[in-house]
């Protein structure tokens, strides 16, 4: 059985990957590093309370044999340049080489479709340069999964994507062949993906799009 550790927890894709791991037989312990307490408990459970500034001081307590990174801002929680950044690309980043360092073979990543650390997009280059500086680490593994349009029900109050989510709802039957990868896909499976991932991993980097993310459903 595995020791696992989860950033981003307390997240839309994070929270149902909270739930997938802790109802996995494969993981005897599963540590969930948050800003404030979360409303479940759970025998498996160890809840670190810390931020990218506290994380340092956290790190003896940093052990586990897999690290799954869901963390991200969006503009409405960090509008300042330089912590949007933080969250997106520091936080990741440092977690990750914290863990690394504390005896982590493998690291699950979720970052966007289109990631470019080249891109003139700020979006899509602050997740391409995640993706590098991750890779860089080093894992024994390294697993990066690229949803397009994240389908579900959020719990926080996100009325300029509902209208998106619609949009994609009905552009994902024409979205095939090589495009596919645009298709939206629900946080939960993204969640259910990521937990699969874990099964049998023998590449020492894979990304996931839209059709391999679905691909490991089926496991």
């Known amino acids: 059985m595995k020791k696992a550790i989860i950033f981003g927890a307390s997240g839309f894709v994070g929270s149902h990957l909270l739930n997938e791991l802790l109802n996995s037989p494969d993981y005897e312990q599963v540590t969930a590093i948050v800003r404030k307490s979360l409303s479940i408990s759970h025998p498996k459970l160890n809840t670190l309370i810390g931020d990218y500034s506290s994380l340092p001081a956290l790190e003896s307590q940093i052990s586990a044999d897999e690290i799954f990174i869901t963390l991200g801002a ?53 997740k391409g340069e995640t993706e590098r500086d991750i890779i860089a680490l080093d894992f024994e593994h390294t697993h990066i999964f690229r949803p397009s349009m994240i389908m579900g029900n959020r ?38 993906a990521m937990k699969n991932s874990a099964i049998n991993q023998s590449d020492k980097l894979k990304v996931y799009h839209w059709k391999e993310m679905k691909d490991l459903l089926q496991r």
């Not at 863990?99 to 700020?122: D, E, M, W």
Request: aromatic letters at 8%; proline letters at 7%.
């Open 74 to 126: 969006t503009r409405a929680t960090s509008p300042e340049k330089e912590k949007y950044y933080q969250v997106d690309h520091d936080y990741p980043v440092l977690a990750a080489r914290i863990a690394k360092a504390r005896g982590a073979r493998s690291v699950f990543l979720v970052t966007a479709v289109g990631a470019n650390p080249r891109s003139r997009i700020s979006y899509v280059r602050t």
């Open 155 to 192: 719990q926080e109050n996100r009325p300029l994507e509902k209208p998106f989510i619609k949009i994609w709802s009905a552009m994902n039957p024409i979205l095939v062949g090589k495009i596919n990868r645009y298709r939206g896909i629900a946080g939960e499976d993204i969640a259910k």
